[in-house]
C-alpha cells in the first residue's frame, strides 16, 4: 500500500457495499467525465461519514472525490487489479448528469428508477432532453403521461424525491450540516432551507443539531456573541436538555446554569439577558404569571391531552340492569372467585369514559381486564388493546385473550371509526406525554379510555409523567389494587417490593427466593452477575442502570456461556469484519423495525452466520414469532447482545429469574429497585453494596422530581367544569 496522496478524482458508483447512520462504503470506477472510463484497471473503493453525504449513496451516481489517497494492489479471479482507497476524503460531491448519455446511464443505473432501463431512459432523454429532471423533481406526472406507464412514472418521480434539493443539500454539507438534520431542515423549509440557516443558524437547534455545531455554522455566516439570536438559543438549548430529563416546563433557576455553562459565562448580567431573549424565542411559552419556561411543543400536547381527557372522563353513566347482568357472567365465567376491589374496578371501567386501575405485581389487574373486555365485547365495542413494547403488547395477548398490538402499530395501522370504542392502554406507567397526545388526536372524544399500570413503576423515558399527573388531578375515577392475587408468597418478592416501594429497606436483605450478594466494585458485580446467569442461562436476565454497564455484562456472559459460538464476520469492502455476535447468542432489537415487524425490546437469538452472502448475514428467530428472519446489514445496526438489558427495555415483561446489577448510578432509586424486583417470576439476585441499596432506597423516585403542567391543567379544567355545573344549579 502507497503512502495517502491528495489527490481528485471523479467516480460512478457501481457497489454500495456498506451504509449505515456512521459510514457509508462504495464501490466504483474511475472517469474522464460524466461518462467515459478513465481506466478499467484501477477500482476506487470510498470510506465516508454517513452524515456528510447530501443524499443517500446509490449505484449509477457520479461523485468528485478530493483528498488523501492510497494505492493497493489486489487479486480478482487471478488478476490483479489497483484500487484507489479514499477513506474520509475531503470534498464527496455528488455530479448531477450534465450530458445526454450520463443521463442515460445515471436513470438506467440507480436502483430507485424501478422498471426503467436504458432503453427507457434513452426514448425519455430523446422526447424530454433538459427538462426531464426538471420535471421529475417538480412531480409533473403528466409530462410523463405518453412515455411510461402509471408504474414507472411513480418509480421516476419518488426516485428523483432525494436529489430535488441537491443544490442546497450540498451547501448545507458544506458547512458541516449533517445529513440527518437537513431531511428535517428540507421537510419543514423545503427550497427555502437554505434562507431560514441565513436568517437565524441557531434555528438548526430545532432540527437536532448540538449547540456547539451549530455556534461554529453561526459563526460562519457573522453571528456576534452578544446577538440576541444567540441569547435565545441559549435559552432554548438549556430547555431542551432540561425536557430530556422528562421535564414539559422549567423555573428560571432550572435554566440559569445550564445557560451559563452553555454560553461559557458566570455573568449573571449575560444570564438574565438570554433568559429574556428567551421569553420571545420561537419555541419556548413564556407565562408570565407562574415565571415558567414551557417548551412549546409540550405545551401545546398538554393542553390538548387535558382538554380530551376531560372530554371523555365527562362520560359518566348508571350501569343498567343488562350492564350488571354481564359483570356477573363475566365474573363467574372466572376460574376463581373475584375480589371486592377488582369487582369494584369492572364496574368503574364500565361506568365512566375514563378510568384507572393502577397497583403492583400479580394484584389482579389482568383479572380486572379480562373481565371488563369481556362485558365491552358483549356490548360490541370495538376494542383496540395495546402496550409500548413489543414484549408487553405480547404478554397483554396471553393474559386477556384477543388481538393486542404496540402503541405504535395502533397509530400506524388502525382507522378508528364512529363505532363505539374502548382502547386499553396496559404498562400505562411508560406512557409519555407525545405517545399519549398521538393517541388523542388519532381518536375521538367519544371513546373510552381504560390505563392500567403501576405509577410506582419507572417514569417514561419520554417527557412528561401522563398516568402519575391523570392520578393525582383527579380527573377521573382510579381503583388501586394492593392485594397480591397470583404471586408465590414464599418467594417473597410482594413483600420484600412493597417495603422498597415504601422507602422501607428490608431488615433482612435475603429473604424467601431474594439474594442479596455484596459486591464491592464494579468488577466483582460483573463476575457475579456472569455466574449466576450462567446456571440458568434460558430463565435468567441481568438487568443494569447504563448502557455501558449493559455493554460489559453482555460481553462478559458471553464468554460464559458462549465462547465456542462461531463469530459473525460479514465480508464488507473485500475484507471480513469482527462483530460481537457468536452463533447461540441472545440478541435483542433496540428501535422499532416495521419492516420487519419488530419492537424496541423485542428479544431473539443468532441462529447461523453466513460471511459469503451479499446482504445475508445470518439467520435470526425471535421469541415471538415462528419464522425465521433474515440479518441484513441494516437490521445488525438495529440489535445487541441479550444476556443484559437495561431496566427500561424489560418492563412490561417478566422472566423466572432477575439478576440486578446494584451500580453506584444517579438512575438507581426506589422505583429503579422496585421495578427491577417486580420483573421476577420466581427469583431475585441483587449484587452490589448495602450502602448503595440503602440510599437508593431512601431516595425519592425520579418522578417525585419530574416537573410536568398536565395535572395543573386538568385540576383547572376540573374546578371550571364544576363552576359552570354550580352555576347551572343556581340558575
Excluded at 96 to 121: C, H, N, W, Y
Excluded at 643 to 653: F, I, P, R, V
Aim: glycine share 6%.
Amino acid at each position: 500500500m502507497t503512502r495517502p496522496v491528495t489527490r481528485k478524482a471523479l467516480t460512478r458508483i457501481t457497489k454500495v457495499r456498506f451504509a449505515n447512520n456512521e459510514r457509508t462504503i462504495f464501490g466504483g470506477v474511475l472517469l474522464k467525465d460524466a461518462i467515459n472510463l478513465k481506466s478499467a484497471k484501477v477500482i476506487v473503493q470510498v470510506d465516508v461519514p454517513t452524515q456528510s453525504l447530501p443524499v443517500e449513496a446509490a449505484v449509477g451516481q457520479v461523485w468528485e472525490l478530493d483528498g488523501p489517497c492510497t494505492e493497493e494492489i489486489i487479486e480478482n479471479n487471478g488478476y490483479k487489479i489497483r484500487q484507489a482507497v479514499w477513506r474520509n476524503p475531503t470534498v464527496c460531491e455528488l455530479k448531477m448528469p450534465a450530458t445526454d448519455e450520463s443521463l442515460i446511464q445515471f436513470l438506467a443505473d440507480d436502483p430507485d428508477f424501478r422498471g426503467i432501463g436504458s432503453v427507457k431512459a434513452r426514448k425519455l432523454v430523446q422526447a424530454l432532453g433538459n427538462d426531464l429532471v426538471r420535471l421529475a423533481t417538480s412531480g409533473d406526472r403528466e409530462a410523463f403521461r405518453k412515455h411510461l406507464t402509471n408504474e414507472s412514472i411513480d418509480a421516476l418521480i419518488d426516485g428523483f424525491q432525494k436529489y430535488k434539493n441537491l443544490r442546497h443539500a450540498q451547501f448545507l454539507s458544506n458547512h458541516g450540516i449533517p445529513l440527518s438534520v437537513q431531511h428535517r431542515l428540507f421537510k419543514a423549509h423545503g427550497e427555502s432551507a437554505v434562507e431560514e440557516i441565513k436568517r437565524n443558524p441557531y434555528s438548526l437547534l430545532t432540527f437536532g443539531l448540538p449547540f456547539e455545531k451549530t455556534e461554529k455554522i453561526a459563526s460562519q455566516f457573522g453571528i456576534a456573541t452578544d446577538d440576541p439570536r444567540r441569547f435565545a438559543a441559549a435559552t432554548e438549548q438549556a430547555l431542551i436538555k432540561h425536557c430530556r430529563l422528562g421535564h414539559t416546563f422549567a423555573a428560571p433557576s432550572d435554566l440559569k446554569r445550564r445557560i451559563g455553562s452553555i454560553l461559557s459565562t458566570s455573568n449573571d448580567s449575560v444570564i438574565a439577558r438570554a433568559l429574556e431573549a428567551g421569553k420571545k424565542a420561537k419555541f419556548i411559552t413564556y407565562d408570565r404569571k407562574k415565571d415558567q419556561y414551557h417548551n412549546t411543543a409540550l405545551h401545546v400536547m398538554e393542553r390538548v391531552v387535558a382538554k380530551r381527557l376531560r372530554k371523555i372522563g365527562s362520560a359518566k353513566v348508571d350501569l343498567s340492569d343488562k350492564e350488571n347482568d354481564l359483570i356477573t357472567k363475566s365474573a363467574m365465567a372466572l376460574p376463581f372467585p373475584i375480589a371486592e376491589r377488582q369487582l369494584e374496578a369492572v364496574e368503574m371501567s364500565l361506568s365512566h369514559g375514563l378510568s384507572c386501575v393502577i397497583g403492583g405485581a400479580g394484584t389482579g389487574k389482568t383479572t380486572v381486564l379480562r373481565t371488563t373486555i369481556e362485558c365491552y365485547r358483549a356490548l360490541n365495542y370495538n376494542i383496540y388493546a395495546m402496550a409500548l413494547s413489543g414484549r408487553a403488547a405480547t404478554r397483554l395477548h396471553e393474559s386477556i385473550g384477543i388481538e393486542t398490538m404496540t402503541i405504535a402499530g395502533f397509530l400506524r395501522n388502525v382507522e378508528v371509526d364512529d363505532k363505539p370504542t374502548l382502547i386499553v392502554i396496559d404498562e400505562a406507567s411508560m406512557l409519555d406525554l407525545p405517545t399519549l397526545y398521538q393517541i388523542i388526536i388519532k381518536t375521538t372524544a367519544s371513546i373510552r379510555l381504560l390505563l392500567v399500570g403501576d405509577p410506582h413503576q419507572l417514569p417514561p423515558i419520554g417527557a412528561g409523567l401522563p398516568l402519575q399527573d391523570i392520578i393525582n388531578s383527579g380527573a377521573c375515577p382510579v381503583v388501586e389494587l394492593d392485594i397480591v392475587q397470583r404471586q408465590d408468597e414464599t418467594t417473597g418478592i410482594p413483600d420484600y417490593s412493597l417495603a422498597i416501594r415504601n422507602g422501607e429497606l428490608p431488615l433482612e436483605l435475603t429473604v424467601g427466593r431474594i439474594y442479596f450478594h455484596e459486591a464491592a466494585s464494579r468488577e466483582d458485580i460483573i463476575e457475579s452477575c456472569t455466574e449466576l446467569l450462567a446456571q440458568s442461562p434460558r430463565d435468567s436476565k441481568v438487568v443494569a442502570p447504563t448502557k455501558a454497564l449493559t455493554k460489559l455484562i453482555n460481553n462478559s456472559c458471553q464468554e460464559a456461556v458462549n465462547p465456542n459460538g462461531s463469530q459473525l464476520m460479514p465480508e464488507i469492502w473485500g475484507d471480513l469484519w469482527s462483530t460481537e455476535y457468536r452463533v447461540g447468542d441472545p440478541i435483542m432489537c433496540l428501535t422499532n423495525d416495521y419492516e420487519n415487524d419488530l419492537q424496541n425490546g423485542s428479544l431473539g437469538r443468532l441462529l447461523s452466520a453466513d460471511q459469503e452472502a451479499e446482504d445475508h448475514l445470518g439467520l435470526i428467530k425471535m421469541d415471538d414469532k415462528t419464522e425465521v428472519l433474515t440479518l441484513t446489514k441494516a437490521l445488525l445496526d438495529n440489535i445487541q447482545l441479550g444476556y443484559a438489558m437495561t431496566l427500561h427495555k424489560t418492563q412490561g415483561s417478566q422472566v423466572p429469574k432477575v439478576i440486578i446489577a446494584l451500580d453506584n448510578s444517579p438512575l438507581v432509586d426506589r422505583s429503579w429497585i422496585y421495578t427491577a424486583i417486580t420483573r421476577a417470576e420466581q427469583e431475585v439476585h441483587i449484587i452490589g453494596s448495602k450502602s448503595v441499596m440503602r440510599s437508593a432506597v431512601i431516595r425519592n423516585s425520579a418522578h417525585h422530581s419530574r416537573m410536568s403542567y398536565l395535572a395543573d391543567l386538568l385540576t383547572e379544567s376540573a374546578h371550571a367544569h364544576q363552576k359552570a355545573e354550580e352555576a347551572e344549579c343556581v340558575v
